[in-house]
Every structure is written in structure tokens, then in C-alpha cells.
């Protein structure tokens, strides 16, 4: 496709896209491939995110303000999750977030071979940060019936090298729920 010489007002540029895009899976039409991942975000949501689009918390001193916000909304979310002192980063993806999660682990273990464990369902980034960050994952298959990991079967495959465990809140394919607190254990 050649780039378009002739402009177009921003009316036709917006039907245009809306076009194309039509017959895409959408919370709006309830499309049951991503009902298990995603949700309408709320117009607040949407307001907010379109007012600090251009910003970026990486550059505390130009933007202290969003720095803050982060700090305080990790803060927030840890207290909510029973760890109040947990540290953590607010990034634009779920990607981003599994990457950083699994670098976390890896230079926290300092394993030679480091693995991570997951079960089959675990999402591709998990995949794709272990390629990323020179780790093996060991990928196990889940209960049949349920989609859910099975501790046993994920615990078998631990050894001295496995630096993360994987669990899912609800995998993005079936919504299935791992049974978190016995993979913990
Ligand atoms: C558990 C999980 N991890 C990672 C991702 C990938 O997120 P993104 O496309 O924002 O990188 C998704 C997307 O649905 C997800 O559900």
C-alpha cells in the first residue's frame, strides 16, 4: 500500500478506521475471545488517559507530578494486596509488566540456568521475556477439565534453578483462575 499522497479530513480519516476495524472483536459487542481479558474502560479512565497521554513518569524532574502519582498509586495497590512495602513500577502494557516481572526474579536469584515455571495457559509475553532474558520456560499442561494449573504437576518441575513460578488470575484464553495460593506454597 502506497503512503496516501492526497489529504483527507479528519471525518473521513475516522470512518475510515472505523471501517476497517468493524468487524474486530470488541468488549462492545461481546465478542467471547476477549471477554476473559478485557473490559470497557470507564469514560474517567479514558478522559484521564487521553489528558496525560504525552507524559512520561521516567522523567521525574520534567514531570514530578506523574512520578508521584505512580509512587503513590503502586503504594495504593500493594497496601490492597497485603504488602505494604512491595515496590513495584506502573508500565503501558501487559508485555512490559510480565518482562519486567521475570528480570526481576532473574537478577534477584542469580541463577546460572535460571527456569520459570508456568502453566500451559501463561500468556506468549511470559515466552517471549524468558527468550528475552536467556531463561528456560518450562511450560506444564493444566487440568483438562478446568484449565487450572495443577500445583503437583507445576511443583515437579521446580528445582534449585527456578527463579519464578507463574500463576494466572484469570489466563487470557479461558479466564481460568490458578489455584494461587497452593502454588505459593
Ligand atoms: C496475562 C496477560 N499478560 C500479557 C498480556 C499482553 O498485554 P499487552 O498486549 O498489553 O502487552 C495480556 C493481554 O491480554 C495478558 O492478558
Redesign the pocket.
Known sequence: MGFPRTPISETEAIEQIREITEADASVKNDHGGILA??FEPSDLAMRLYSEFLETNYFYGRMYPGIARLEREAVSMIADLCGCAKATGDIV???????ILALKAARDGAVKKNPNVVMPATA?Q??LKGCQFLAMEARRIACDEKTYRAVPEKMASAVDDNTVAIVG?FG??GNGAVDPIPELAE
Request: some cysteine.
Open positions: 481479558m478485557a503501558s502494557g501487559g508485555t512490559a509488566a510480565n500468556h509475553s511470559l494466572c489466563d487470557p
